[in-house]
Nanobody, 125 residues
Framework: VQLQAYGGGLVQAGDSLRLACAAS????????TAWFRQAPGKEREIVAA???????FYADSVKGRFTISRNNAENTVLLQMNSLKPEDTAVYYC????????????????????WGQGTLVTVSS
């Protein structure tokens, strides 16, 4: 299993960015997934999570600005980030875990088995 995250970069406050996580070795729709982020000097935190059947979870700090989705045809998980703020600066990681329940939203990093390598998002003020 391999998760390849990409799409990070340097943007200005208010800009948009879309992250993608391409999964291989996992059947699309078989896993729950999430994006986490880790800012310098801080612990890794959940950003958004997506169940197999499309249920979503968002951290309060990104509600209304970020959208997590899945492209089943390409077996890719997306994170659309709008109205970016300097405090969104972090390394973003995608994660996946095979779930029997289609409705399970997994928000704890300890429950994820597979991780992407991280992609850096820098938002300047």
């Amino acid at each position: 299993v391999q998760l390849q995250a990409y799409g990070g970069g340097l943007v200005q406050a208010g800009d948009s960015l879309r992250l993608a996580c391409a999964a291989s070795g996992l059947t699309s729709r078989s896993y729950s997934t999430a994006w986490f982020r880790q800012a310098p000097g801080k612990e890794r935190e959940i950003v958004a999570a997506l169940s197999r059947n499309g249920r979503t979870f968002y951290a309060d700090s990104v509600k209304g600005r970020f959208t997590i989705s899945r492209n089943n045809a390409e077996n890719t998980v997306l994170l659309q980030m709008n109205s970016l703020k300097p405090e969104d600066t972090a390394v973003y990681y995608c994660a996946a875990v095979v779930c029997r329940n289609s409705f399970s939203i997994v928000t704890s990093s300890y429950e994820y088995d597979y991780w992407g390598q991280g992609t850096l998002v820098t938002v300047s003020s």
